[in-house]
């Protein structure tokens, strides 16, 4: 049977998946409609440019608040869902808690920073429309290949090719961001009244994996405390979560990493079960090898019984940091 947090999970997935086509859609009926207005005003003159622009515009400013409608309405939809997620998990653990609904302030900004973002996109998109039209008043192009520039579908490599593109990074990140920020604000609040509440950072593990981010994979600390991001530049970021305002574009766009809450106490006795014998078997092994050979012995000896490489299972240990507090006392 399902986790709460696989539960949880699923839906996420379904209406991040559910958003992103409604934005392709939304992006190709203005792309049909545009070439539809091309096609209505050849020949393409002077005259009819002026008054095709004045269309284009129009169908620009009501494409613009329909994209801005379908991301505003996932960022609303996730932050719930980043809240619910903490409650399910603490409920499926049998913990009694009350928590008020967690201020929106945090989602009206960055509903207004999202719809400034499409706002920039339908904008871009509409001037590279008006320089193609203008082409073909000055006879360097025909209205088939102002069309064929503009693009016959969205995967062509064209004006809305690109638009669409852009339009479900935005929305993937947008969506992204407020479920992780949702969640963190929720577990921090919670930390109130469950003491011992924790975060656990998760990879997506689709598309091509950011290195820094791949590695805090499964890693998990106090619902307080920071993760420790390498960049790609380089630098370490302290960061609460995935799409951390203190991390650089770079390590936000298209990132689908997200943090899930974890109730310490059974997160500790989870991985004791699971690790708690290799653990208690190193811990002898080190007591009673003499000093010169230790590392050596050791690697030799836990292979041969758990045929397991040490450093493999010590990269465990050092991902779920709680792990030594748990089985080496």
Same mark, same amino acid.
């Given at each position: ?106 989602? @009206? ?107 805090? @994979? ?5 619902? @307080? ?7 790609? @530049? ?96």
């Amino acid at each position: 049977m399902p986790t709460a947090l696989e539960q949880i999970k699923e839906i996420i997935d379904k209406l991040a998946e559910s958003g992103s086509e409604n934005i392709r859609s939304v992006v190709n009926d203005w792309r049909r409609n545009v070439v539809l207005m091309i096609a209505e005003s050849e020949p393409l003159d002077a005259l009819s440019v002026e008054t095709l622009k004045v269309r284009l515009n129009a169908l620009s400013q009501q494409v613009e608040a329909e994209l801005s409608g379908v991301l505003s309405d996932n960022q609303r939809r996730l932050f719930v869902k980043g809240i619910q997620t903490v409650d399910r998990i603490i409920n499926e653990k049998g913990i009694r808690h009350a928590l008020p609904f967690i201020s929106e302030k945090k989602l @009206d900004l960055l509903q207004k920073y999202s719809a400034e973002q499409i706002r920039g996109l339908t904008d871009n998109a509409t001037r590279s429309i008006s320089t193609e039209i203008d082409l073909a008043v000055l006879g360097q192009k025909s209205a088939s290949e102002v069309i064929a520039n503009i693009g016959k579908n969205l995967d062509d490599p064209s004006i809305f090719g690109t638009v669409a593109k852009r339009a479900q990074v935005i929305f993937q990140t947008e969506v992204k961001r407020i479920q992780n920020i949702s969640t963190h604000d929720r577990i921090i609040q919670a930390k109130q009244q469950v003491g011992d509440m924790g975060k656990k950072w998760i990879h997506s593990h689709v598309g091509v994996p950011r290195p820094g981010h791949l590695m805090l @994979d499964g890693v998990i600390i106090p619902a @307080d405390e920071q993760f420790e991001l390498v960049g790609a @530049d380089g630098e370490i970021y302290y960061v609460d979560h995935p799409h951390d305002p203190d991390l650089p574009a770079g390590e936000v766009i298209n990132c689908r990493c997200q943090i899930v809450p974890v109730v310490m106490r059974f997160e500790q006795q989870r991985i004791a079960a699971a690790y708690g014998r290799q653990t208690a078997v190193l811990q002898r092994l080190l007591l009673r090898l003499e000093p010169d050979n230790i590392q050596r012995e050791a690697e030799e000896l836990f292979k041969a019984q758990f045929r397991e490489p040490l450093v493999e299972f010590l990269e465990k240990v050092w991902k779920n940091k709680i792990v030594p507090a748990v089985c080496l006392k």
